[in-house]
């Protein structure tokens, strides 16, 4: 492995679309990183021979073999116990149900291995090398389609009893609100992402809002996304500015509930709606102050997440780390 005798780990990242995986130092400095496709659909043995095959090709491209990396860190979507490895079930990967993902991927590898939710990989991965170094007590929320977080307590990442914990988009902000994929109402994900901000525009433009939204999404209505509804915000649509004002509501709602409920030192926001800017956190920020007590209002900061789409698979080859340094058994 030529001149870099640095520890090195492997890095995992399965999502419900994509599979990254990535060859890493302790400084967060990737050696390799390979992207593919994740076959959802095809089913959980496909699936795991996808992440398999990424994983040969990370390697290759470092020049190394798995002798010479010292854990392996996944981060994978829906509920899962980092104690026990194994993931409960996802609503990305259809079928998946109480799979020991660790042991698995652990026996394929021949290498220790360790599992965490991505969203919570991903609050490690800015904890370690991102907006959250030096933080104590912080919380990663990443907004784009649903809203997903992960909760840092004196510098741990926080799984709760069963390895659940950090479900920030299933908050509910409004008991009577709109359907949960999870089978609630109103959750804070279901008022204040990417997929509320297109279906209230949907709604909006059926009763006959005069808005040059679809004009921005090929005139389909089915083609409305946050990106259209950016646009058509940018270029002074009325409408298309009073849906993120009101997005920027909610989100400012919630974040009001993680201020008083963790008094964080920091909340990295991430996520592809989180790429409006200004024009939804500034609000957004203001009526969190609204509403948050006064003192945990003045001692939080917010940042921008710093590693984009690499959040999730450093963060899951930090945790990794943390846990070899930790003694490596749980
Ligand atoms: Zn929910």
Same mark, same amino acid.
């Given at each position: 492995?030529?001149?870099?005798?640095?520890?090195?780990?492997?890095?995992?990242?399965?999502?419900?679309?994509?599979?990254?995986?990535?060859?890493?130092?302790?400084?967060?400095?990737?050696?390799?990183?390979?992207?593919?496709?994740?076959?959802?659909?095809?089913?959980?043995?496909?699936?795991?021979?996808?992440?398999?095959?990424?994983?040969?090709?990370?390697?290759?491209?470092?020049?190394?073999?798995?002798?010479?990396?010292?854990?392996?860190?996944?981060?994978?979507?829906?509920?899962?116990?980092?104690?026990?490895?194994?993931?409960?079930?996802?609503?990305?990967?259809?079928?998946?149900?109480?799979?020991?993902?660790?042991?698995?991927?652990?026996?394929? +590898?021949?290498?220790? #291995?360790? +599992?965490?939710?991505?969203?919570?990989?991903?609050?490690?991965?800015?904890?370690?090398?991102?907006?959250?170094?030096? #933080?104590?007590?912080?919380?990663?929320?990443?907004?784009?389609?649903?809203?997903?977080?992960?909760?840092?307590?004196?510098?741990?990442?926080?799984?709760?009893?069963?390895?659940?914990?950090?479900?920030?988009?299933?908050?509910?902000?409004?008991?009577?609100?709109?359907?949960?994929?999870?089978?609630?109402?109103?959750?804070?994900?279901? +008022?204040?992402?990417?997929?509320?901000?297109?279906?209230?525009?949907?709604?909006?433009?059926?009763?006959?809002? #005069?808005?040059?939204?679809?004009?921005?999404?090929?005139?389909? +209505?089915?083609?409305?996304?946050?990106?259209?509804?950016?646009?058509?915000?940018?270029?002074?649509?009325?409408?298309?500015?009073?849906?993120? #004002?009101?997005?920027?509501?909610?989100?400012?709602?919630?974040?009001?509930?993680?201020?008083?409920?963790?008094?964080?030192?920091?909340?990295?926001?991430?996520?592809?709606?989180?790429?409006?800017?200004?024009?939804?956190?500034?609000?957004?920020?203001?009526?969190?102050?609204?509403?948050?007590?006064?003192?945990?209002?003045?001692?939080?900061?917010?940042?921008?997440?710093?590693?984009?789409?690499?959040?999730?698979?450093?963060?899951?080859?930090?945790?990794?780390?943390?846990?070899?340094?930790?003694?490596?058994?749980?």
């Amino acid at each position: 492995m030529g001149e870099n005798r640095d520890t090195l780990v492997l890095g995992i990242d399965l999502g419900g679309t994509k599979i990254l995986t990535a060859v890493t130092n302790t400084q967060g400095k990737m050696l390799s990183r390979d992207h593919s496709i994740t076959p959802a659909k095809e089913g959980q043995e496909a699936v795991i021979k996808s992440i398999l095959e990424s994983v040969g090709r990370a390697l290759a491209q470092a020049h190394i073999s798995t002798p010479d990396l010292a854990a392996v860190g996944i981060g994978a979507p829906g509920l899962s116990n980092p104690e026990t490895g194994v993931l409960f079930t996802s609503p990305n990967l259809p079928g998946w149900k109480d799979v020991p993902l660790r042991d698995i991927i652990e026996k394929e +590898l021949g290498k220790k #291995a360790f +599992l965490i939710n991505d969203a919570n990989a991903a609050a490690i991965g800015e904890l370690y090398f991102g907006a959250g170094r030096g #933080a104590l007590n912080f919380i990663y929320i990443t907004v784009s389609t649903g809203i997903g977080g992960g909760i840092i307590i004196d510098g741990k990442i926080y799984t709760g009893s069963t390895g659940t914990a950090g479900e920030l988009g299933h908050m509910v902000i409004d008991d009577e609100g709109p359907q949960c994929n999870c089978g609630n109402k109103g959750c804070w994900e279901t +008022l204040a992402s990417g997929t509320a901000l297109a279906r209230e525009a949907r709604h909006r433009i059926k009763e006959g809002a #005069a808005t040059s939204i679809l004009k921005h999404a090929d005139g389909d +209505l089915e083609k409305i996304n946050a990106e259209a509804i950016h646009e058509a915000a940018q270029a002074g649509d009325r409408l298309a500015n009073e849906l993120i #004002a009101r997005i920027a509501y909610y989100l400012g709602v919630g974040l009001a509930n993680l201020i008083n409920i963790f008094n964080p030192e920091v909340i990295v926001i991430g996520g592809g709606l989180s790429n409006i800017g200004d024009t939804l956190l500034k609000p957004a920020f203001k009526e969190a102050k609204q509403r948050a007590f006064k003192q945990a209002y003045q001692a939080v900061r917010f940042a921008r997440a710093e590693l984009g789409r690499n959040s999730g698979v450093l963060g899951a080859a930090a945790f990794a780390l943390e846990k070899i340094n930790e003694g490596g058994t749980q």
